[in-house]
């Protein structure tokens, strides 16, 4: 319940990209196809959104495994929004890119 | 021996298959005697049915059997109830996971998924939960894993991934060589919601519930079994402090060894119409007669010398309770107290009503195990009978009985037959037929006397006496005269007991 209505609060206070410092967390597990097109997928979205004010890391399960533990991974890619709070997930390849800003709370 | 009988069971092909097939043992009661050795190793099989039928009893049972008896570590990964209920509930039936835990030989780990808090955006896979089970099988070095269930990890899945990932799924563990149980609801058109099950899994099996006369009766049924022969009937099933118990059929040639010792029926006048030995050990026993005709005294008789003669005896009784039917013998000179002092005697007690006729025979069958009873008494069966006449029921009787054969239990069955139905004895044929011998007490009424008449309808294997017989209960114990003499000794023809035996030898042999 609290967390919808943070949500609200935030779409109204957070009307534009500028002056935020967005981290982003991708996960991904090896390079298979979806891993591919969500790599490209983000990395556009942030370039073309975010300008100079994101920081992207992706981090291979199949590296760094205990991701999947500490951040309860079982549907892969992944891309968690760390910062601005609060941390929003989602899932896929983020091929619907309006789907991914809404998800995100990013209005353009 | 040159002319060496070849027996069925010798040339089905179910036994060079049984040692192509690598088969992972459940240790579960009666599951691996119906599946010929357990599960097949290193592949992955599905256990379907709906909430409540035990999936999750079955599938810990599997994991916590693996550690305890075959010293194989397991996984369990599970996507449905938090793992402290899950801990707590089965610790009630005495599955003490933390001990295994500690120990490092279980990973228990309950996945939190809601489809609803995570937003999707494309297509993906659940590669994720395959570096989970993999971290997992490493850290226990596991042999055996459990998914549970397909529901919730693929709830609100779209039907092209779920399907993609399912197949991957099973390969993956198939991949990994693991031994896997993965559960998944019952479905309406398909056998699970899935319907994929026959592409991917190499065994399924299925549990259900029903509910006849409001008594719920579980059972499992092996829809397939990839490379295995197996019984496409189902099975009953109960789950109580010990786990899950499957009651297993015997198979279509049991091995039946045919004993030619005898047994005493602790009655000598039986005795004497069974060419004076006794019953076949081994060999079954129908008591039939009306209502209070005496059929529990010849089965206390029996019951009675059986323990007396140091063999393990198992009394069931259905009708009377124990303490009972030790009351009422004492006053035809039978001490069972005594028996069940010494040890020999015990008595299984229920009320029909309770339980299904399944669940009794499992019941039974556990304590025979327990004390290991070589002579059984069931009185009265048609109590059981009573519950559910189908054929289902009957059936059930004939397993349970082929079951005791096997084993070379002795078992006397006392069934109440009620005056109207006492020439219909093919009426009672379920029962009737499966007897080795069979013997039948009638009630008469006769010139104003009550008279009770005893004769062995048949006795497979023996030349039994084909007389009827006078019989009586009194305080002295049970008396078998030969009928002959009735007009001869009219008004107390049982008072001489010692004139009485010498007669009963004379028109006997």
Known sequence: MSQSKRNIKIKQEDKSTENKNYVFQLFVAGSSANSSRAIKNITSICEQYFRNSFKLEIIDVNKKPAFVITENIISLPLLIKKLPLPEEKIIGDLSDTQKVLDVLNILI | MENKLISPSDVTPTNFLKSELLKSKTGIDGLDDITNGGIPKNRPTLVVGAPGTGKTV????????????????????????????????????????????????????????????????????????????????????????????????????????????????????????????????????????????????????????????????????????????????????????????????????????????????????????????????????????????????????????????????????????????????????????????????????????????????????????????????????????????????????????DYLKMEQITVMIAATVTPNALDLVQGNEGVSSMADTCIMIESKQENGFHNKILYIVKSRGINNSKKEFEFDISNEGIKIAPIILKSKIRNGYLDNSSKISKELKSAVL
């Open chain 2, 58 to 401: 079955l599938s810990m049972q599997y994991i916590v059997n693996g550690i305890i008896l075959y010293n194989e570590p397991g996984v369990y990964l599970t996507f449905e109830e938090k793992t402290d209920e899950l801990q707590i509930n089965l610790s009630s039936m005495g599955l003490d996971l933390n001990k295994h835990i500690e120990q490092n030989k279980l990973y228990l780990e309950r996945l939190h998924v809601d489809r609803n808090e995570i937003q999707q955006s494309g297509k993906f896979s659940i590669d994720g939960l395959f570096v989970r089970l993999g971290l997992a099988i490493d850290k226990v070095k596991a042999t055996r894993v459990v998914l549970d269930s397909l529901d919730t990890l693929f709830a609100g899945f779209d039907n092209g991934i779920l399907r993609s990932e399912l197949k991957r799924l099973f390969f993956w563990l198939k991949d990994r060589k693991v031994t896997a149980i993965i559960t998944a609801e019952a479905g309406d058109v398909f056998l699970s919601r899935f319907g994929l099950e026959e592409l991917v899994a190499d065994c399924v099996l299925e549990l259900n519930i029903r509910v006849i006369n409001q008594i719920a009766t579980r059972r499992l049924r092996i829809v397939k079994y990839r490379g295995s022969f197996h019984s496409t009937n189902e099975f009953p099933f109960i789950i109580d402090e010990s786990g899950i118990t499957i009651f297993p059929e015997v198979g279509e040639t049991p091995q039946i060894i045919v004993s030619s010792e005898r047994i005493s029926s602790g009655i000598k006048a039986i005795d004497e119409m069974l060419e004076n030995k006794g019953f076949y050990v081994g060999s079954s026993i129908l008591i039939t007669g009306s209502a209070g005709v005496g059929k529990t005294s010849v089965a206390a008789s029996f019951a009675n010398n059986a323990s007396k003669s140091a063999m393990i005896t198992l009394y069931c009784a259905f009708e009377e309770s124990p303490s009972q039917i030790i009351r009422n013998m004492k006053t035809i000179g039978l001490d069972l107290d005594q028996q069940v002092k010494s040890g020999n005697l015990h008595f299984y007690f229920s009320i029909p009503s309770l339980f299904n006729i399944e669940l009794h025979f499992i019941a039974i069958k556990k304590m025979i195990k327990k004390i290991n009873a070589s002579v059984v008494i069931l009185d009265p069966v048609t109590k059981i009978m009573e519950e559910d006449i189908n054929s289902d029921m009957r059936s059930m009787f004939v397993r349970f009985i």
